[in-house]
T-cell receptor, first 112, second 111 residues
Framework: DAGVTQSPTHLIKTRGQQVTLRCSPKSGHDTVSWYQQALGQGPQFIFQYYEEEERQRGNFPDRFSGHQFPNYSSELNVNALLLGDSALYLC???????????FGSGTRLTVV | SQQGEEDPQALSIQEGENATMNCSYKTSINNLQWYRQNSGRGLVHLILIRSNEREKHSGRLRVTLDTSKKSSSLLITASRAADTASYFCATVQGGSEKLVFGKGTKLTVNP
């Protein structure tokens, strides 16, 4: 049973560009959350998707947007990249209304 | 902003010893969870303790929760080199969907 799958694993982008990160949740999970983890810090909540709608959002600017598809997979889009967006982006999935998330291995984004 | 604060920031022990990590948080919670992260990759869920529970065990792990002090501790008994990782506590507030993480404790277990 595959866990949470994220792609790509690593990504290098130039300041001002746009990026799309992808996540496939664990089988049987319908809720997807995204987190940003800067070096040496704990993960910070970006937003959560359920039934193709954004259910909750953290303290991130509108440059960060997302989408969830009918098969529960999700995308995270970041526009107008800044150097400070360099981080590990983690996707986590869970079944409906249950706690204890399964995390993917993350996408390491470097903005130069 | 981060809710939890883990203590210590770094811990180095010998294989076979016990490791204790502490977490303090600021607001009332629904539950508290501990996660492990190896080498800056994905997090692995270790254990969840609800606000009405005081202690929970899972294999070599023991977690306690003191809601009056807004603190939790994670004890790893008989540590192994493979336990070397960063450990994070994360809280969930009532009515919220998000995990709020601390900065983590970096544990090194020397063989």
């Amino acid at each position: 049973d595959a866990g949470v799958t994220q792609s790509p694993t690593h990504l290098i982008k130039t300041r001002g560009q746009q990026v799309t990160l992808r996540c496939s949740p664990k089988s049987g999970h319908d809720t997807v959350s995204w987190y940003q983890q800067a070096l040496g810090q704990g993960p910070q909540f970006i937003f959560q998707y359920y039934e193709e709608e954004e259910r909750q959002r953290g303290n991130f600017p509108d440059r960060f947007s997302g989408h969830q598809f009918p098969n529960y997979s999700s995308e995270l889009n970041v526009n107008a990249l800044l150097l400070g967006d360099s981080a590990l982006y983690l996707c986590a999935s869970s079944p409906t209304d249950l706690y204890g998330y399964t995390f993917g291995s993350g996408t390491r984004l470097t903005v130069v | 902003s981060q809710q939890g604060e883990e203590d210590p920031q770094a811990l180095s022990i010998q294989e076979g010893e016990n490791a204790t990590m502490n977490c303090s948080y600021k607001t009332s919670i629904n539950n508290l969870q501990w996660y492990r992260q190896n080498s800056g990759r994905g997090l692995v869920h270790l254990i969840l303790i609800r606000s009405n529970e005081r202690e929970k065990h899972s294999g070599r792990l023991r977690v306690t929760l003191d809601t009056s002090k807004k603190s939790s501790s994670l004890l790893i008994t008989a540590s192994r080199a493979a336990d070397t990782a960063s450990y994070f506590c994360a809280t969930v507030q009532g009515g919220s969907e998000k995990l709020v993480f601390g900065k983590g404790t970096k544990l090194t277990v020397n063989p």
